[in-house]
């Protein structure tokens, strides 16, 4: 079975600060893809970044970027001079071809950035 | 204007009765993703839908049914509410060939 785990249900950074969300995954499908997602507290939910399990080089989107570490399956999301704004609920999420190309998400990352 | 849109934003029902939420989107996106999503659990997948009169379970589909006659549509009917189906419901499509998943703005459901 497919699974992501993400163990922070909290998070506190002080604005302008890095801060490094974890996740990890467990796959044994060879061909699959990582998302992060933040969904801030209107509700919607807001596509990040995207890394492919065969991409040589870690996905960066402006201030985030994922740190990909296939052999301790990980994919934690790093964002960079945090601001006010990026308060918000931050879920990883995979999809892999032998699930029928199903997402599965972890139970999500609670952010808050402190001025 | 072009997106994925749902509706009703927001519902309020009673047990037993029939709920159907829509979900709609004008980029003729082939894969169609139905959620819930509730405290502690993230977002669990009810069912998707590949193409037109495709359609797979997910994780979570008792309760739940669905159909997609056309490819902009993806209607979620709960066929009997009951309390446990009181969630966030979020529609998403993918484009096929391609990876990222855009969401609708979502559901509030509320079952009495």
């Known amino acids: 079975a497919q699974k992501i785990t993400q163990t922070q249900p909290g998070m506190f950074v002080q604005e302008k600060e890095a801060v490094t969300l974890d996740c990890t995954y467990d796959?044994?499908?060879?061909?699959?893809?990582l998302f992060w997602y933040k969904q801030p507290s209107s509700g919607e939910m807001i596509f990040l970044i995207y890394?492919?399990?065969?991409?040589?080089q870690n996905a960066t989107e402006g201030r985030y970027s994922l740190n990909f570490q296939k052999a301790r399956k990980s994919a934690n999301l790093v964002i960079s001079a945090s601001q006010l704004g990026d308060s918000a609920m931050y879920f990883c999420?995979?999809?892999?071809?032998?699930?029928?190309?199903?997402?599965?998400f972890g139970t999500g990352t609670s952010l808050t950035v402190i001025p | 204007d072009a997106g994925i849109t749902q509706s009703p934003r927001y519902k309020i029902t009673e047990t037993g009765r029939q709920v159907t939420l829509m979900c709609h989107q004008t980029?003729?996106?082939?894969?169609m993703f139905w959620y819930r999503q509730d405290l502690g659990h993230g977002l669990r997948l009810i069912y998707y839908?590949?193409?037109?009169?495709?359609?797979d379970k997910g994780e979570v589909p008792d309760g739940y049914v669905v159909s997609r006659s056309k490819t902009e549509n993806f209607p979620l009917t709960l066929e009997s509410a009951t309390r446990s189906q009181t969630s966030v419901y979020f529609c998403a499509s993918t484009a096929s060939g391609t990876e990222t998943q855009y969401f609708g703005p979502g559901t509030r459901l509320l079952v009495l």
């Open positions: 999420a995979m999809r892999s071809r032998n699930t029928g190309n199903q997402f599965y």
């Open positions: 890394q492919g399990s065969y991409d040589q």
């Open positions: 839908s590949a193409a037109a009169d495709i359609t």
């Open positions: 796959t044994s499908d060879p061909s699959y893809g």
């Open positions: 980029w003729s996106h082939s894969y």
